[in-house]
């Protein structure tokens, strides 16, 4: 079996404040974390070059972005670009998220050329894919995980910039969270998937993680199983259980 880092982001969504993002930032550089652990935190744009500031020397996580366009400039009002982010030393973006795919009516297509246009730019990506309830319900989970897989890879020529997040959208926000076993299902179609489509070599090194409802009392079990490689954790990351989720390994 390859050993997996384990990694875990937080995606703060369109959550904080000024205040509050630089004592979650400070709270974070003071706190003890697994050193094993790769930690990406999101908080949202606006805050990412206020927070890189607040990043101590010994990083002990990077940041990232929630969402970028894949156009490098142009009238795209309201848009920041992958260019923007590389331009600005933010190596990672979140790109997919079930918030940006159902409330913002991005598609495959764009999901694909803005996992193109990061990847171009440098910056690692952090892909989020996942059925909604009613599919599940049908049975088309893995489908439909499977489906938004393919779409993005065709984009993608370095895996190893790449963490697969699987996010049910009914376990997102929800407090329904997948149990070990439905995560670990779909986390092993997912693998299986890697290893088939991309090869033994790479596919086996892919981070996949799990985000919907993770907690620092459900973490560590979840992390107990063997492909899931860590989360994306969404209401949580803004509290201090988020460090007992970065050290669900320890
Ligand atoms: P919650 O942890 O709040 O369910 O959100 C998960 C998520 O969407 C992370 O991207």
New binding site residues.
């Given amino acids: 079996m390859v050993d997996r880092k384990f990694f875990v982001?937080g995606?703060w969504?369109m959550n904080g404040s000024l205040s509050q993002y630089k004592s979650l930032i400070n709270d974070l550089n003071k706190a003890q974390l697994d050193p094993n652990t790769e930690v990406v935190i999101a908080p949202p744009a606006l805050y990412l070059l206020p927070a890189k500031d607040l990043l101590t020397e010994n990083k002990k996580f990077e940041l990232g972005a929630q969402d970028a366009y894949y156009k490098p400039s142009g009238a795209f009002t309201g848009e920041i670009s992958s260019a923007q982010l590389k331009d600005a030393g933010i190596p990672w973006v979140?790109l997919g998220?079930?918030?940006r795919r159902t409330i913002f009516k991005e598609s495959d297509e764009d999901v694909a050329n803005k996992t193109k246009a990061a990847l171009e730019n440098g910056l690692s990506v952090i892909l989020?894919v996942g059925e909604t309830l009613d599919q599940r319900e049908k049975g088309d989970s893995i489908k439909v995980v499977l489906g938004q897989l393919e779409a993005a890879a065709s984009s993608i020529n370095d895996w190893s910039k790449v963490v697969i997040?699987y996010?049910p959208v009914w376990?997102?926000?929800?407090?329904k969270v997948a149990t070990a076993e439905q995560a670990e299902e779909v986390h092993k179609a997912i693998r299986d998937w890697l290893v088939k489509t991309v090869g033994k070599e790479v596919g086996e090194k892919v981070c996949v993680i799990y985000?919907?409802?993770?907690?620092g009392k459900n973490a560590k079990e979840l992390a107990s199983q063997p492909d899931i490689d860590g989360f994306?954790?969404?209401?949580?990351?803004l509290k201090p259980e988020f460090v007992d989720i970065v050290n669900a390994r320890l």
Avoid at 211 to 215: D, E, I, P, Y
Avoid at 232 to 237: D, E, I, N, R
Wanted: glycine share 26%; hydrophobic share 30%; charged share 10%.
């Fill in positions: 982001g995606n969504k979140i998220h079930s918030e989020c997040a996010e376990a997102i926000g929800t407090g985000g919907g409802s993770v907690n994306l954790v969404g209401g949580a990351s």
